[in-house]
């Protein structure tokens, strides 16, 4: 069975740093691209950011270019996502899911599924 379980969410202050995880298993994560997603509250799904399934190829969203970093480590089926320079509105929902995206639209699954339960980013003074 496909699971995706992503920690690390908390409170930032702007222009803070969080680091977010996502464990997966039930797949072979090692050869499968990988997307951050996140949904803020009362908007759609978001596609933050992929990265292929080696990690030799990372893209990202204009609105996160810069400051978000992904990586990931196969041998613990393990996705990161570091989040610096945080601003208001990166409050959301994050997820991680089971997809890869060039650009926000073109994405190997329209949908971001799968993806896990989400760890929630609040940035706030």
């Known amino acids: 069975e496909l699971q995706l379980v992503e920690s690390g969410g908390g409170s930032a202050q702007p222009g803070g740093s969080l680091r977010l995880s996502c464990v997966a298993s039930g797949f072979s994560f090692s050869t499968i691209g990988m997307s951050w997603v996140r949904q803020a509250p009362g908007k759609g799904v978001e596609w933050v950011s992929s990265?292929?399934?080696?990690?030799?190829?990372?893209t990202y969203a204009d609105s996160v270019k810069g400051r978000f970093t992904i990586s990931r480590d196969n041998a613990n089926n393990t996705l990161y996502l570091q989040l610096n320079s945080l601003k208001t509105e990166d409050t959301a929902m994050y997820y991680c899911?089971?997809?890869?995206?060039?650009?926000?639209?073109?994405?190997?699954?329209?949908?971001?599924?799968?993806r896990g339960q989400g760890t929630k980013v609040t940035v706030s003074s």
């Open positions: 990265i292929f399934s080696a990690g030799d190829i990372t």
């Open positions: 899911a089971r997809v890869f995206c060039w650009t926000a639209s073109r994405c190997s699954r329209p949908d971001f599924a799968p």
